[in-house]
């Protein structure tokens, strides 16, 4: 039923398969050409990899690690993240071997960058497993469903930031690498290759974080609605003061 679902929506999109399209998706309305202020000079594009936040607010260049695409990787590097994406892609492809039979058109545009390697879509790996929770990078999954990922992501990033998060250290980079790989493999006619996008997994992503963060992620109030109905930004309502609940809870068990 799913195949034939997909195979009647294929027949309405143009060149693609619909099931593999990413959230490319947007309207130029701004008056004059917009990509003027990067020709002229006004925006400079900065392609460097940031080490830290000075309090005066400067911002500090290195050519570490951070989770963020760059094109010097050392040869150590990039045979870490071979192998584990090979080992994410064969998990992938076992849970859904569906995505075994990608179209045959995908975009043909590459780049020479990393792709965007993120802990919960948010927080640097290599700081995560050493137990840095200093930074994050809020919204850089790109989806229609922006609102429902700020919410979310907005709840995590506090918690991750405030150390509040439970987590297994050992599986920070294998998490990443399953997110990273599933990303390319779920949406080839994208630029999931390289940074987060999706149009149909905003759910189960919103899932996970409310997860890591103890709220309850099934939001629906019977069992029938959380079949046939559909999430919207209502249904994410007081997970703020859930989690904060949760928190008190927990607190007062350890006290006790």
Excluded at 166 to 178: F, G, I, P, S
Excluded at 246 to 256: L, N, P, S, Y
Aim: glycine share 6%.
């Amino acid at each position: 039923m799913v195949h034939r679902l997909w195979e009647k929506i294929r027949m309405d999109t143009v060149n693609f398969n619909g099931l593999f399209l990413s959230a490319r998706v947007g309207v130029l309305n701004y008056p004059g050409n917009i990509h003027d202020y990067v020709t002229s000079g006004q925006v400079q594009i900065i392609k460097k990899d940031i080490s830290h936040l000075s309090k005066n607010g400067t911002i500090n260049f290195a050519d570490a690690s951070l989770g963020i695409p760059t094109e010097s990787m050392s040869s150590e590097e990039l045979a870490f993240w071979s192998h584990l994406d090979k080992e994410a892609e064969r998990e992938i492809l076992q849970k859904f071997p569906y995505l075994t039979r990608p179209p045959k058109n995908v975009i043909p545009y590459k780049q020479k960058v990393s792709p965007y390697r993120l802990y919960g879509g948010m927080a640097p790996p290599g700081l995560t497993s050493r137990s840095d929770n200093s930074i994050v990078f809020i919204k850089m999954v790109h989806s229609t469903a922006n609102i429902i990922i700020a919410e979310t992501q907005a709840l995590w990033a506090y918690a991750y930031l405030n150390g509040m998060i439970d987590m297994n250290k050992d599986k920070v980079y294998q998490e990443t690498a399953l997110s990273s790989c599933y990303g390319r493999l779920r949406y080839p006619c994208g630029f999931s290759a390289w940074y987060p996008e999706f149009v149909y997994d905003t759910v189960p992503y919103a899932d996970m974080l409310l997860r890591d963060l103890g709220v309850r992620s099934r939001r629906k109030r019977i069992a029938t609605q959380e079949v046939f109905s559909g999430y919207t930004i209502q249904d994410y309502k007081g997970i703020n003061r859930e989690w904060a609940e949760k928190r008190r809870c927990d607190e007062g068990k350890k006290v006790i």
